[in-house]
């Protein structure tokens, strides 16, 4: 069971990793300095959650890492997050997307986790659940300006909701260490998490004058350690003052 629920923290702690990293990287490129702070504070949100994952992780293993081995010093096929977080930050459009894109599933994971028999998942999520309230709600709101603002603005949203939809299926794919985590009651079913999901997605493209890809088929890969070609050149960036200063402490 620990190295079953060991994997399932890395599953939900890795995607508030690479995404977090995506966000920080708008530090000082935002359109307006209230829009730059914003993506920066969100960014530490996730980055804080992940900490807290992390430690728990470090834990449970007992083997002398701590948070920051977890986070920094592994190989690319052995993070285990979604291939939507990784996606680069192409326009404000498309970071808007993503961000958007998975704030509606991380909300509705959170809500659920806060209901896990494992006390400390539980106690992360109930505090996590606050941010990303606040998270959804920031990229829900940017959503509809850029869909129902300018030609421009609208276009280069659809173009993003194109790209980057074939990601969105495999977040509610089950790994082997998920499905033990719910028969423990300790993990949430993300299958029937679904239909919310695209409810909420839906609801809110509409709104924003933005059409719903017709299309079917879907990227995956991303939680089983295959990612696209985007992601070693973001953990390149991520680890490199720990890759470059072996064991340094703050």
């Keep these: 069971m620990k190295d079953n629920l060991y994997n399932y923290i890395l599953g939900i702690a890795d995607n508030s990793l690479i995404l977090g990293q995506r966000m920080g990287e708008l530090c000082g490129h935002g359109p307006s300095l209230e829009t730059d702070i914003a993506c920066t504070n969100i960014s530490l949100d996730l980055f804080g959650q992940v900490r807290s994952y992390y430690q728990y992780a470090a834990k449970l293993v007992g083997d002398g890492r701590n948070e920051d081995d977890i986070a920094m010093l592994r190989k690319e096929r052995e993070y285990v997050n979604v291939l939507l977080v990784e996606q680069p930050n192409t326009d404000f459009a498309y970071t808007m997307v ?32 606050k941010e990303v309230s606040y998270h959804q709600r920031f990229s ?44 423990e009651g300790i993990g949430v079913d993300v299958t029937k998490l679904k239909e919310k999901y695209y409810t ?47 064991n340094m402490e703050w």
């Design 98 to 129: 993503r961000h958007f894109l998975f704030d509606v599933y991380h909300l509705l994971f959170l809500t659920e986790l806060q209901k896990s028999k494992d006390l400390t998942l539980a106690a992360i999520a109930t505090k996590s659940v």
């Design 140 to 183: 829900t709101d940017w959503i509809k300006r850029l869909g129902d603002g300018t030609d421009e603005s609208q276009q280069k949203t659809q173009n993003a909701i194109n790209d980057l939809w074939t990601y969105t299926d495999e977040l509610f794919h089950q790994t082997e260490a998920d499905k033990a985590m719910v028969q």
């Design 200 to 246: 909420k997605i839906n609801s809110v493209l509409e709104e924003a004058t933005l059409t719903i890809p017709e299309s079917k088929y879907f990227q995956k890969g991303g939680k089983q350690g295959i990612h696209t070609e985007h992601m070693g050149f973001l953990l390149a960036e991520l680890q490199y003052m720990q890759r470059t200063y072996p």
